[in-house]
Nanobody
Framework: QVQLVESGGGLVQPGGSLRLSCAAS????????MNWYRQAPGKERELVAH????????NYVDSVKGRFSISRDNAKNTMYLQMNSLKPEDTAVYYC???????????WGQGTQVTVSS
């Protein structure tokens, strides 16, 4: 059974930091590219960060470049998103996403809420 379980969300003040985790099971994690998406109320789901299967390539949406860092530990079947200098506009539900080689399969986590507010 495939599972992606996000954790680490919460309430943080502007300028603060959070570290999200995504624990994967039920598939060959090291073969899958991984993504973090987010969806704010009333807005479409947005791709925030991408990491290749081996972790050697990463990409970010412009609004988080220099503040967020995506990483993965294939030995632990876990992906991370380090979020620094958080802004109120980063408030959203953050989702973990896995994509198989050639994009034939994709899996989603249930999401974790991040709220940036004073």
């Amino acid at each position: 059974q495939v599972q992606l379980v996000e954790s680490g969300g919460g309430l943080v003040q502007p300028g603060g930091s959070l570290r999200l985790s995504c624990a994967a099971s039920g598939f060959t994690f090291s073969s899958y590219a991984m993504n973090w998406y987010r969806q704010a109320p009333g807005k479409e789901r947005e791709l925030v960060a991408h990491i290749s299967s081996a972790g050697g390539s990463t990409n970010y949406v412009d609004s988080v470049k220099g503040r967020f860092s995506i990483s993965r530990d294939n030995a632990k079947n876990t992906m991370y998103l380090q979020m620094n200098s958080l802004k109120p506009e980063d408030t959203a539900v953050y989702y973990c996403n896995a994509v198989s080689p050639l994009g034939l399969r994709t899996y989603w986590g249930q999401g974790t809420q991040v709220t940036v507010s004073s």
